[in-house]
């Protein structure tokens, strides 16, 4: 993918323990080769080379920090409310990229956006005394280390007899979720063999794959497979299998009437097959990287995000190495 999204799959495997093929070590391997350009990574040494590459890059950081409300005028987002232990603040911007996760910010700015529900997924960490056994035998740490999917699928396969599906963006389906995928990671424990010890790490939020998107001014859809369009901002594999490449369209990080703001990560206009691909890390790193150089230009040009010239934001994502078509 290049840009960011590479250079955080680089970052994650900085300090913990790696899978990535030897060929892709030291960036993109040559034609051929049979293994993919991914690695796993430990979450905790991931969070550790992050901070470090934030703070040397200058960015300011506010950790526990909630969005609250923007300030709206005349169609453009002047400042947005947050809260944290100091009380509420008004930031005040020249433009604002919502990278809620759930378009909170164009959400409550007015923007139409489409929901989804969830079928309750709980994915967990698993330690057992012979799968340290393993790991001290093939000096691997990460064999020691299992990672389970508890619940259904996003198909709903796997769901609990009687069991319904949630959203993300209610306060009390948030709760309801987290407890019923304790309780089936309760009842793991309880299924354990008598003398057979474990140790469970739970997931720090709640693991829903979908909740809230804006209607862009175009939606990406599985049928845009190879599909190559004049303003994409970069291409994303998808992460289940090899083979399919979606670019992604400029216009599905901007609504209708947005004028100083724009969206990154899952809540891009994605539908479907698109969407499940677009939720995840790689695909938030280059919306990210796009809708932050987008916002840049939008301040220096005082222009719209709309009125970007498409061919300067291209050439700026290409000087940092993404890949914008798929051939």
């Known amino acids: 993918m290049g840009g960011i999204a590479e250079e955080l799959l680089q970052l994650s495997i900085k300090y913990g323990y790696d899978s990535l093929p030897a060929e892709w070590a030291h960036g993109p391997a040559q034609a051929g080769t049979n293994h993919r350009y991914c690695t796993v990574f430990s979450p905790p040494e991931f969070v550790l080379a992050l901070d470090e590459i934030i703070l040397k890059e200058g960015v300011e950081v506010l950790f526990d920090t909630v969005f609250c409300t923007p300030v709206m005028e005349h169609g453009c987002c002047r400042a947005i409310v947050v809260e944290n232990k100091s009380g509420r603040t008004a930031y005040v911007g020249k433009c604002f990229v919502d990278a809620t ?116 001014r175009y939606t990406l859809t599985g049928g845009d497979i190879s599909h190559s369009f004049a303003d994409s901002i970069g291409c994303v594999g998808d992460w289940r299998k090899r083979g399919p490449v979606y670019e992604i369209p400029y216009r599905c990080l901007v609504a209708n009437g947005m004028k100083n703001m724009l969206v990154a990560g899952r809540c891009i206009a994605a539908d479907g097959e698109a969407w499940e691909v677009c939720r995840v890390i790689p695909p938030a790193a280059l919306t990210g990287q796009a809708a932050g150089t987008a916002a840049a230009l939008s301040v220096q040009r005082d222009c719209t995000v709309q009125g970007v010239d498409i061919q300067e934001l291209q050439q700026r994502l290409t000087d940092t190495g993404v890949l914008l078509h798929a051939s």
């Open 101 to 216: 996760g759930d378009a909170d910010l164009a959400f409550r700015a007015g923007f139409e956006c489409v929901e989804s529900d969830n079928w309750l997924s709980y994915w967990l960490y698993s330690t057992t005394l012979e799968s340290m056994k393993e790991a001290v035998h093939t000096n691997r740490i990460e064999h020691a280390i299992h990672l389970e999917q508890l619940g259904a699928d996003n198909t709903g396969r796997g769901a609990p007899k009687g069991a319904r599906k949630y959203r993300g963006t209610n306060g009390w389906d948030v709760t309801e979720f987290i407890l019923e995928g304790r309780k089936i990671a309760r009842e793991k424990l309880l299924n354990f063999e008598e003398g057979i010890h474990s140790y469970l790490a739970l997931p720090g939020i709640a693991q829903f794959r979908t909740t809230r998107r804006i209607v862009g």
